[in-house]
């Protein structure tokens, strides 16, 4: 194990299936039918309040993901399999199903940047499925050195998704005008496609660690 392969594994690759899971982009319809007649300098807070909760789940999903598993006698292989399901799940619905926007209009005078936006917007339950799964990885690690640098890496990939999703809905208005509804129900459908791979890789992962333990 090098430090160059916790990188692409815990960096690169965890960043990247956090912004596929997160989906940025899908998010903005989302969030524009939340913030109608709000000021840019309120939309910006309640985008940071949103990604900073949203964020603050992935990372003690990371970190007590592993304490929660052992509570319940669940198996890092089952975590996978189950996971992974979920993951599928969520990408074949944005997949197969168009985004609906006005599903989520809630115009009231309410802070909705924990509910519904950051949870279970942006941190849904694939999100904490995706990040619990990395977390049962670095578990498996042996050396409790290359262990803390995985996860202090995986906090740097949580991060990283988190200025990425803020800055999308930061920037959201623009966005929307600039590509327009259709593109973003492409980009939602093309997630949908790399979510179901991520699921089937996870759970293909799960198996493998099943057979493992058996033999």
Not at 107 to 133: K, N, Q
Request: charged fraction near 10%; proline fraction near 4%; glycine fraction near 10%.
């Amino acid at each position: 194990m090098t430090l160059a392969s916790l990188f692409s594994q815990y960096f690169l690759g965890a960043m990247l299936s956090f912004v596929v899971i997160t989906n940025p982009l899908s998010k903005i319809p989302m969030f524009l039918s939340l913030t109608p007649g709000q000021t840019p300098v309120q939309k910006n807070r309640v985008a940071f309040t949103a990604c900073a909760y949203a964020g603050a789940i992935m990372v003690v999903s990371l970190i007590g993901g592993n304490l929660v598993l052992s509570m319940f006698g669940i198996s890092y292989g089952a975590l996978r399999v189950a996971g992974g399901l979920v993951v599928a799940g969520v990408g074949y619905k944005m997949l197969y199903q168009a985004h609906d926007s006005t599903s989520h209009a809630h115009r009231e005078s309410v802070d909705v940047s924990f509910f519904p936006l950051a949870m279970p917007g942006i941190s849904g339950p694939g999100t904490i499925a995706v990040v619990i799964g990395f977390s049962t990885e670095i578990a498996e690690i042996t050396d409790w050195r290359w262990k803390i640098a995985a996860i202090l890496i995986t906090l740097a990939a949580i991060g990283g998704t988190m200025l990425v999703v803020w800055l999308s809905l930061k920037l959201s208005a623009k966005i929307a005008e600039r590509i327009g509804p259709s593109a973003l129900d492409v980009l939602t459908r093309l997630m949908g496609f790399l979510l179901i791979c991520i699921g089937v890789q996870f759970v293909g992962s799960g198996i493998r660690t099943f057979y493992s333990t058996l033999s």
